[in-house]
């Protein structure tokens, strides 16, 4: 949740023709808009976003890198370790909560806000720089920052303080700012590997500028690309170690699982319209295509240095991830950091009619997303929904005091075994248990050895809960690791007298983790 004041007067905005000093460009704004619009969706926006810190569940992503943050390690297999180490220092300081979980993401969001701030001013007048600030402040992106733990949280702050020590750099001259630079560009990649794009965007603007060209073979650029290796270090030294597991998971990994499916690439404009509300997106897809089909090749060359620089950090990851949409499933996060650039960019033309209806629909959306949340009136057959769990967590606690001996494991990816973690504050493993491959569960020095011939409690989701036949079936791959396998009842959420959440319970009784691939279920 992040409070923001808004940054413009109370009176009446006139139709009257702007003039933007950093970008060149004129604009006549032909509305009126009252600010208490704006008042009215800000103070909507952030109660709602101010009570979910409280009182919405634990979703399985803030669960398993909480895990990651009970194991500290240089990084991860699955992303950098920035994450990991917020919630670890959080949960250290203020216990094992969910609501301390929400805050960290709050936190370090509102930092974001504010550094979203600080670099709109160098590209905009106060007022539009204010009204960039709203757009972000309104979309879905801020809100799922700012309540959902992901590597994602901590890399959008340390992208925006990277363009910010950038424009330093580059437009006031500030040489003590390229070690900003490398520092800021470091630290976003410690957070996640999208954040590779900063140092190329930096490239690629400069390359495209005649004017800043030279910044390219200067010791001050040297110096930022030193500094930033040396940030970026511990995530080096970690895959050096694991045999550039992590690496290789993001990248050769990712590749190999490409496939036709066009239809995918509409799924992926809903989903980018959904997080920045569709009025945002439109607007940014609409100045995008006047200026491309005015412009074309000669674009780079026929704006200014400043909208030049933040194009070069908005087009390559925009246009980049949705132009291979149709052969790769591009997740709902993946272009987020580019929005930090193009939402400024757009602000130079966008209309406070734009900005009124993007508030006014926000509000609606935000308002629809509370009741979702707090009484879940349409269910959704996934694991990843925050309904549910701390039910499981209770009942869990029950069964470990029941079974004190038994080790505890699950083997639907790690949604559950990581709500398990957190609830019981205990090692709960995965399916590494019965010999597949558990994302970080298998880095963490786990000895399965060490469990044999010890009982389990073997816990698993189930997605739909009026058919648990596949689920059933998976219990043959359980079999062959034990020496018999039993079923218990399982665990079944209600809300509301509806069920919304149930878990399949097995006691499995000695463990032999030697298991042979001929004993192995076809």
């Known amino acids: ?48 976003r101010l009570s979910c810190i409280w009182l919405m569940g634990l979703m399985p992503q803030d669960a398993y890198y909480y895990f990651y943050g009970q194991h500290l390690a240089l990084s991860y297999f699955d992303h950098p370790p920035a994450i990991a180490w917020i919630l670890r220092a959080f949960t250290d300081m203020l216990g094992r909560h969910t609501w301390v979980i929400k805050l960290a993401d709050t936190l370090v969001t509102t ?44 890399m959008m702050l340390f992208w925006t303080l990277s363009l910010t020590a950038l424009y330093r750099a580059v437009f006031h001259g500030k040489r003590a700012a390229w070690i900003w630079i490398g520092i800021a560009m470091g630290l976003a ?71 036709l499916h066009p239809l995918d690439f509409f799924g992926v404009l809903g989903h980018q319209a959904a997080i920045l509300i569709p009025v945002l997106f439109s607007a940014i897809v609409f100045y995008l295509y006047k200026n491309i089909r005015r412009r074309g090749i000669h674009l780079p060359e026929t704006i200014s240095a400043q909208q030049l620089f933040l194009l070069c950090f908005f087009l390559p990851l925009f246009l980049g991830f949705i132009i291979i949409s149709p052969v790769y499933w591009v997740k709902i996060n993946w272009i987020m950091p580019a929005y930090i650039t193009g939402i400024i960019w757009v602000s130079i033309w966008i209309t406070g009619k734009w900005i009124r209806w993007q508030l006014i629909i926000s509000s609606v959306v935000h308002l629809a997303l509370a009741v979702e949340i707090f009484f879940y009136p349409v269910a959704i057959h996934s694991d990843d929904t925050m309904v549910g769990w701390d039910g499981l967590g209770a009942v869990a606690v029950a069964l470990r005091a029941r ?16 709500m398990l973690n957190f609830y019981l504050g205990e090692m709960v493993y995965s399916r590494n248990v019965i010999g597949q491959n558990a994302l970080q569960f298998d880095f963490i020095g786990t000895e399965l050895n060490a469990l044999k011939g010890k009982n389990a409690l073997f816990i698993n989701s189930l997605i739909d809960v009026e ?32 069920t919304v959440r149930k878990f399949l319970v097995f006691r499995c009784i000695g463990y032999k983790p030697e298991v042979r691939p001929q004993e192995l279920s076809p």
């Open 467 to 498: 058919d648990d036949k596949d689920e059933q079936i998976f219990i043959g791959e359980v079999k062959p690791w034990f020496e018999t396998v039993e079923s218990l009842p399982p665990i079944v959420v209600t809300l509301h007298g509806h």
């Open 111 to 154: 930092g974001t806000i504010l550094a979203f701030w600080q670099l709109a001013r160098h590209f905009l007048s106060r007022r539009r720089a204010g009204n960039a600030l709203l757009l972000l402040y309104s979309t879905l992106m801020i809100t799922l920052l700012s309540l959902v733990s992901t590597p994602d949280v901590p």
């Open 403 to 418: 079974y004190p001996d038994d080790f505890i494991f699950s083997a639907d990816d790690y949604k559950t075994s990581a």
């Open 1 to 48: 949740m992040i409070v923001i004041t808004p940054v413009f007067t109370v009176t009446t905005i006139t139709a009257r023709n702007i003039m933007s000093k950093a970008t060149g460009v004129r604009v006549i704004a032909k509305y009126t808009i009252t600010d208490k619009w704006a008042v009215a969706a800000v103070i909507i926006i952030a109660a709602l």
């Open 189 to 259: 990649f410690d957070s996640k590997y999208t954040a590779l794009m900063l140092p190329v965007g930096t490239v690629l603007f400069l390359l495209l500028s005649a004017k800043y060209r030279h910044y390219l073979w200067s010791p001050w650029f040297l110096l930022s690309v030193s500094f930033f290796f040396l940030t970026i270090s511990p995530v080096i030294i970690w895959n050096v170690n694991n045999h550039f597991a992590s690496f290789r998971f993001q990248s050769s990994e990712r590749v190999s699982g490409a496939e």
